[in-house]
C-alpha cells in the first residue's frame, strides 16, 4: 500500500510542479508579447518612443547579450523617460504567432534592435539600429550607440 501512496505522491508532484511551469512561463510570455504598433503598445496618446528588440525563440549568446545591453543602456540614460511612459523598452519574440506582424512592419530580416517613434498611437518614423552586432564586444561603444539612437528618437516626440 506504501508503494501506491509514494506512486501517488510523485505524479500530484509531476502535477502540480507541470503547472507551475505553465503558469510561470505563460507570465513571462505575457511581459514580452508587444501589441500591434497601431494598437496599445504605446501607454501615452500623445507622442512617444519605443525600443523593440525582436528576437526568436532560439537564442545564441550574442542575441542574449545584444537584449540585455540594449535594455542596460536604456535604463540607464532615461529613466525619467521610462517613468512617465515617453519611452518603453520592449523584447519581442517574433517566432510567437501574434508577434509574427513586426517582419513585415519593420522588414526584419534577423534580430533587431528598433526604435519607433508613435504619434497619436500609430508609427510615425522607425530606425534599425543595425550596429548593435558590430558593437557587441564593446560595452563602451555599444551603450552610448543605443543611448544616442534612442535620444535623437525622443527629441522628435
Not at 33 to 47: E, H, I, T
Not at 80 to 89: S, W
Not at 133 to 148: A, N, R
Request: aromatic share 10%; with cysteine; net charge positive.
Amino acid at each position: 500500500m506504501s508503494g501506491k501512496k509514494l506512486l501517488t505522491g510523485i505524479l500530484l508532484a509531476f502535477v502540480v510542479a507541470s503547472v507551475g511551469y505553465l503558469l510561470v512561463k505563460e507570465s513571462r510570455r505575457g511581459s514580452h508579447v508587444a501589441a500591434r504598433p497601431s494598437g496599445p503598445a504605446v501607454a501615452v496618446s500623445g507622442p512617444s518612443v519605443v525600443a523593440y528588440y525582436f528576437h526568436g525563440r532560439v537564442r545564441c549568446a550574442s542575441c542574449v547579450k545584444i537584449g540585455n545591453l540594449s535594455g542596460k543602456a536604456i535604463r540607464e540614460r532615461f529613466p525619467e523617460e521610462l517613468r512617465t511612459g515617453l519611452l518603453a523598452f520592449r523584447q519581442v519574440n517574433i517566432d510567437e504567432p501574434e508577434n509574427r506582424h513586426f517582419i513585415d512592419d519593420f522588414r526584419l530580416s534577423s534580430q533587431a534592435l528598433v526604435i519607433v517613434e508613435y504619434r497619436d498611437g500609430r508609427p510615425f518614423r522607425s530606425k534599425n539600429l543595425e550596429k548593435v552586432w558590430t558593437l557587441l564586444d564593446s560595452e563602451k561603444e555599444f551603450l552610448p550607440y543605443v543611448q544616442e539612437g534612442v535620444s535623437s528618437y525622443l527629441k522628435g516626440a
